[in-house]
């Protein structure tokens, strides 16, 4: 088979293609299936963000933990006018702030295992979306249909012109 005439044959196996495409695209089924994809698509990414977003805050409660333990620690051995200081500008000496950077810290690691949980749960709907999202098949479904109406409109034989029929020839 000559090239010109291999390439005219895909050129219109591809141009079909592209009208076949065309009209799939087009059809309500599958814009509306196309519409709920990308919502479960847009929902996926969000709950991964989530994910990060609760992670963070795991973050800045250790971090407060963290400096909360310092500032315990420096209540330790306080100088007797340092004492005297604290006692007077804060009605409360070393060591009562000792103890209250102990509540706190206890404060703190509840809600850095209460954000731990919650991290988790972020993670358990995250997965979920997903495996939701790639187990449904209504795009591909509405494709596949419009195809086939689209195959089935193509095999329909041509409707004759109005008005004069074609001259034969002889």
């Known amino acids: ?20 495409s065309k009209f799939v695209e087009e059809q309500p089924e599958v814009i509306e299936a196309f519409k709920a994809h990308r919502k479960r698509h847009a929902e996926v990414l969000l709950a991964k963000r989530k994910i990060m977003e609760e992670a963070r805050k795991v973050v800045a409660l250790v971090t407060a933990h963290d400096s909360c333990n310092e500032l315990q620690w420096e209540h330790e051995d306080v100088s007797e006018a340092d004492n ?7 009605n409360q000496d070393s060591e009562a702030w000792f103890w209250q950077f102990n509540n706190v810290q206890d404060c703190l690691q509840e809600a850095i295992l209460q954000k731990c949980s919650e991290v988790n749960l972020a993670n358990y709907r995250y997965i979920k979306l997903q495996s939701e999202a790639r187990q449904n098949t209504e795009l591909d479904q509405a494709r596949a249909k ?3 109406k689209f195959q089935a409109q193509q095999q329909q034989p041509k409707k004759p012109r109005r008005g004069r029929p074609p001259l034969k020839k002889s």
Do not use: G
């Open 1 to 20: 088979m000559p090239a010109s005439l291999e390439h005219s044959k895909n050129t219109c196996k591809n141009s079909m293609s592209t009208e076949q």
């Open 84 to 90: 005297k200081l604290l006692l007077k500008y804060t």
């Open 146 to 148: 419009a195809r086939e």
